[in-house]
């Protein structure tokens, strides 16, 4: 009976070899043990001896040709035996395939198909046979997934979240997006597995008309706040900074207050703007310019700067009007305000901010004045003290026109008042001569008319 | 370029080299007459002579430490462990001398030698023949650690480490020595410390060396057809380790998957997996989780050693459990 | 005589086992049923079987990777041995082990090893226990010449002097470490001059005539068991195949290998076993017998069951 010879191991790594040289020709009696060919292996140039006898009846493969591991390469049997049937079904593609090792590549190119569903979870499958000592560390936190090529270590798994609940887990990366965004991620609904917030859930959430702003929940501790940031000062901030301390710091200040009556002024106002272009019209603030220049001129006194230990009157009406910009103010001046229009002043004031903002304003177009104003009833506020603006001597703060109850003739009855703070500095100006310049500003916004002429 | 294999590619780095330095020798068990128990070292002998390809009988401690010896006053030594598991042997005079001498002599003496040898497991080798034993020596101040994966890596890893003053482990493979691929031309020397972007991605990096590279590309390429796109990085030197490589791809990516073929306690990719949460932390959208080796010496059965070292299907699994997240 | 003719056919045929089993396990490995290493011990039985004959139960052995004799000589069922190099549960390590690591803590095997030398001390470890406890046991260690270069070697031996271990050190010199001759590896030519330096008795012979082998190991065994001092011995003896299967055996000719094949301790215990008049037929049973019993492990191993994942890491702590 014919039997066929495979290629055998001749060494651990081996997964085919060449055909180096048959050491027996067809037709030859082969012993146990005799040599039957040379195999060149990954390794070494090996010895192939036969493990069988028998008749060398057919060579297979030929010198020089390579061979996978448990390739058939020879047919032994009985001198004249018919191998035909046995050829056949070795080229009718019934060739045996490997033993145990199915030759796969040592490296690469192993190409299963991608599992659909290796199951992989940090819970040992099921309980092992034999204990797993709670002494290996590894073995302490990580148990092998049965049937899985060596460890994957997997964090514990977490505790279920409630489906469209808010409040679920977040991984570092969203969290620091959800605060770039200005987002609460403890209030973003996850539509990821397990309820996990997404980078998209931030997104969206934070893109919602609905979305509260970043008022983190008092008594939120679950999120972490991100460490402070040292953000480098720009030089205009340093300018403020030094402008600002030095003047807190080297001028005495005090405050006068005063509420006003603006009832007349609004009116005036509403009556200048009538018919006039949205971008033309006059504010608040441009009649409060002209009233505190005019005001200046009423009480020259006033109009004074301490510069190097002396007294200096200005003869001229310089007004410097505090601008928000980002990251910080400017205070462009207009000059000669008490000898410009309203109108005047409103387009300059207009034409000065826009270029502050844009950054275009030129030093000396922000240097010179004699006296600020400050307005803030933009942004709601009712009252507060500005710090003085050296060299000068005074700075008005005006809040908001506020509508309230007033008495007229001895009844009550709507009326609209503004708070005025007047910040001196004490040696230029006393508590006086402050009041005075506060009673003639009065006298002009309480009878706008004046401001007019 | 030519194709060469990756024992061949170790071999004419040596040959180059011994060319070019006189005091660059080889040593070590069946280097010469036989040819190299893996073949590496094939041809050597009959081109160089006895006095520089050198047969030492089985006394790693002794040659190894001669070897250092010899490279205090001058030579420059290739010493090849027939297999790493064989250097457990010689560990203190690699530990205690080799890396220390610069140190502990106030930098008068530098040791400019090559430990170099096949590393991790082959098949079947069993309990004591199966160590990825770089885990132990990337920890060590005073070496360098080469993981070659390719066989341009290996040539070029070769040469650096013999012109290197220091003493450079070069970790190779019984399952990569057949490797072919491609080893360009000229005099190219690997930079210590350069990992390397193998294959790009988007969703997850991969970071992996030596052997199980291949794994993981394996494993990306499976992806390929539809799953997350893996961006596979090389390590290639683990001491010094370029983790940077590894964190900008992470800050792209958000997530890491870090395999390797030795136990899960501690090493190189523990210490990998460090540096990423530190500089990475807020790039990151998943836990980075380590594909490792079981936490257990080899066991000899086939089917539990295929089960004991991280392949293609750990790596995907791990993929998979990242970007769940 | 009698005695001895008895006692030669029990060694003829622990032999004769060592041999088959590694033919059919040599055959198996070339079919991929065996894994990793497989280093035969082919050519050199003479040496463990007639040393091990001069054992008690109660003593100690520890050995090479080349382990598989010992084991069978041991004790430990051929099945069991071959088991254990297919990989399966039922081997003696329970497939976890492999060829180079069989143990059987019943029979007193102590183990093979991988690390070259790195086992001496570890044998004399189980000499110092016995000593120790005062129970008269003996440990035996082979292992090649190529180990008397390690430092483990050295320093058991010198320990070994040193503490009046009761040790038996059996260099099994083949001659070659791997593909390195004695020559290229060691200064001297004889291996028992190491014990020179401690101070401690030797021996030196070659394993062909098995009788011979164990009458001058029980020497060094009654030396061990009565006066608790250890003996290097130098067992000279030759193995017929490569040092493992992936070994070409180039370094050596085909007409050495047949000059060494003709003081085969097979071969010579058989012309031996005819002087006593042991007849052909009486030798056929015994090969006969050995033959099935191979066969039967060969079976035996292929249908035995592999071990369950779970034992990955079962045995990592007590």
Redesign the interface.
């Known amino acids: 009976m014919a039997k066929i010879i ?1 290629l ?7 997964e085919e070899g060449t055909l180096v040289r048959w050491a027996k020709n067809e037709g030859d009696t082969i012993g146990v043990d005799d040599l039957l060919a040379e195999v060149e ?7 192939f001896r036969s ?1 069988d006898k028998g008749t060398l009846l057919k060579k297979l493969v030929g010198e020089g040709q390579t061979a996978k ?2 390739q058939p390469v020879a047919i032994f049997g009985v001198p004249g035996e018919d191998i035909g049937a046995v050829l056949a079904a070795l080229t009718g593609g019934a060739s045996k395939s ?4 199915p030759a796969a590549p ?10 659909s569903a ?1 199951a ?1 979870h940090s819970e040992p499958a099921r309980a ?6 709670s ?5 302490a936190t ?1 148990a ?12 514990p798994k977490p505790a279920p979240h409630p489906v469209g609940e808010p409040g679920g887990p977040s ?4 969290r ?1 997006l959800a605060r770039e965004k200005g987002v609460d991620v403890d209030r973003v609904v996850g539509t ?2 397990n309820g ?1 917030i997404t ?1 998209a859930d931030v997104e969206r959430f934070s893109s919602s008309p609905a979305a509260p702003s970043a008022a983190p929940a008092s008594g939120s501790v679950g999120a972490a706040r991100p460490a402070d940031e040292i953000k480098p000062a720009s030089q205009m901030r340093k300018a403020i900074a030094r402008r600002l301390v030095e003047s807190k710091q080297t001028v005495p200040h005090f405050y006068l207050e005063a509420e006003l009556d603006v009832e007349a002024m609004l009116l005036l106002r509403e009556q200048m703007n009538d018919g006039v272009e949205k971008t033309e019209k006059i504010s608040v603030n441009d009649l409060f310019i002209k009233a505190c220049a005019l005001a200046l001129n009423a009480v020259p006194a006033s109009n004074a700067s301490w510069i190097d230990g002396n007294i200096v009157l200005h003869h001229r009406v310089d007004i410097s009007v505090a601008v928000a910009v980002d990251d910080g103010l400017v205070t462009p001046v207009l000059r000669d305000a008490d000898r410009k229009s309203v109108s005047a002043i409103s387009a300059e004031v207009r034409e000065l901010a826009t270029r502050a903002r844009a950054k275009k304003l030129k030093p000396e177009e922000m240097q010179g004045g004699v006296f600020s104003i400050s307005n803030l009833g933009m942004f709601g506020i009712d009252r507060f003290a500005a710090v003085i603006n050296p060299p000068e001597g005074m700075i008005l703060a005006v809040g908001q026109a506020r509508d309230v109850p007033v008495v007229k003739a001895g009844a009550l009855a709507p009326g609209k008042r503004c708070s005025v703070t007047l910040s001196c500095d004490h040696r230029v100006v006393d508590g006086a001569l402050g009041a005075q310049f506060l009673q003639a500003l009065r006298g002009l916004v309480e009878r706008p008319v004046k401001i007019l002429r | 370029m030519r194709e060469l294999r990756y024992r061949e590619a170790l071999r004419e780095a040596m040959a180059e080299e011994m060319e070019r330095d006189e005091r660059v020798f080889i040593m070590g068990e069946e280097v010469g007459h036989y040819q190299g128990a893996y073949k590496v070292t094939e041809g050597l002998l009959a081109r160089f002579g006895e006095r520089r390809v050198i047969d030492t009988p089985i006394a790693e401690e002794g040659f190894a430490g001669i070897a250092i010896g010899a490279a205090m006053v001058g030579l420059r030594p290739i010493v090849e462990f027939m297999t790493w598991n064989f250097s457990a042997v010689a560990f203190d005079q690699i530990l205690s001398n080799a890396a220390k001498l610069r140190q502990m002599s106030g930098g008068q003496f530098k040791v400019p030698i090559v430990f170099r040898g096949p590393n991790g497991a082959a098949k079947q080798t069993a309990s004591q023949h199966s160590h990825a034993m770089e885990t132990f020596y990337a920890q060590i101040p005073g070496v360098k650690v080469f993981m070659p994966a390719t066989v341009a890596d290996a040539k070029a890893m070769m040469k650096a480490a013999i012109r290197d003053d220091n003493p450079v482990l070069i970790f190779e493979d019984e399952r990569l020595y057949g490797l072919k691929g491609e080893v360009p031309d000229g005099d190219v020397v690997a930079e210590f410390g350069v990992s390397q972007v193998r294959r790009e991605g988007e969703d997850v990096t991969i970071a992996t060396w030596g052997k199980m590279l291949w794994q993981c590309l394996d494993a990306a390429e499976q992806l390929a057809k539809g799953g997350p796109s893996c961006e596979v990085i090389d390590l290639r030197s683990l001491r010094p380790m370029d983790h940077e490589t590894v964190v900008r791809s992470v800050r792209k990516t958000g997530r890491l998957v870090v395999v390797h073929e030795t136990w899960p306690y501690g090493g190189p990719g523990a210490e990998l997996v460090d540096r990423v949460q530190r500089e990475a932390f807020d790039a990151l959208d998943a836990p980075v989780l380590r594909c490792t080796g079981r936490d257990a010496s080899m066991a000899y059965n086939k089917k539990l050693e295929d089960l004991t070292i991280p392949d293609a299907k750990t790596v995907l699994a791990a993929v998979r459990a990242v970007m769940s997240y | 005589m009698q005695d001895d003719r008895e006692l030669l056919l029990g060694l003829y045929r622990q032999m004769v086992l060592i041999r088959r089993f590694e033919e059919a396990s040599a055959k198996a490995y070339s079919q991929g049923k065996i894994g990793g290493f497989l280093h035969l011990y082919i050519g050199q039985e003479g040496c463990a079987v007639g040393a091990l004959a001069a054992l008690e139960a109660k003593d100690y052995v520890v050995t090479t990777y080349r382990d598989h004799a010992q084991a069978l000589i041991r004790g430990t069922s051929a099945r069991a041995c071959m088991a254990e190099l297919f990989g399966k549960v039922t081997g003696c390590s329970k497939g976890l082990g492999g060829s180079m690591h069989f143990f059987d803590a019943d029979n007193h095997m102590l183990g093979g090893y991988g690390i070259v030398g790195g086992h001496v001390p570890i044998a004399a470890g189980a000499a110092f226990a016995s000593k120790y406890r005062g129970d008269g046991g003996v440990a035996v260690c082979f292992f090649g010449e190529g180990s008397a270069t390690i430092g483990a070697f050295s320093e058991a031996l010198a320990l070994a002097a040193l503490w009046k271990l009761p040790i038996v050190f059996i260099c099994e010199n083949n001659e070659y470490s791997m593909g390195t001759p004695l020559s290229r590896s060691l200064s001297v030519a004889d291996v028992s001059q190491k014990a020179l330096a401690v101070g401690m008795e030797r021996d030196a012979f070659s394993c062909g005539d098995v009788l011979a082998v164990r009458d001058r190991v029980a020497v060094a065994v009654k030396r061990a068991r009565e006066q608790s001092l250890p003996t290097l011995i130098e067992a000279r003896t030759y193995r017929y195949r490569g040092h493992s299967m992936s070994d070409p055996g180039k370094y050596r000719t085909p007409d050495e290998i047949e000059e060494r094949k003709k003081s085969d301790p097979i071969l010579n215990a058989e012309t031996q076993l005819r002087a006593m008049g042991v007849s052909d037929a009486e030798l056929e049973k015994i090969n006969a017998s050995v033959e099935a019993e191979v066969e039967d492990c060969v079976r035996f191993a292929e249908e035995s069951a592999e071990p369950d994942e779970s034992l990955i890491e079962a045995f990592n702590y007590a």
């Open positions: 495979d055998p191991k001749l060494s651990p790594t081996m292996t990954d390794k070494a140039t090996m010895e493990f591991l448990g490997a033993p145990t090792s040592t490296v690469a190119s192993v190409s299963e198909p991608a599992p290796v992989v092992p046979a034999a204990p797993v000592s002494s290996g560390p590894a073995a990580v092998p997934t049965a049937g899985v090529a060596g460890l994957v270590l997997l964090p991984s570092p990366r969203v620091k990821g597995e996990r980078a």
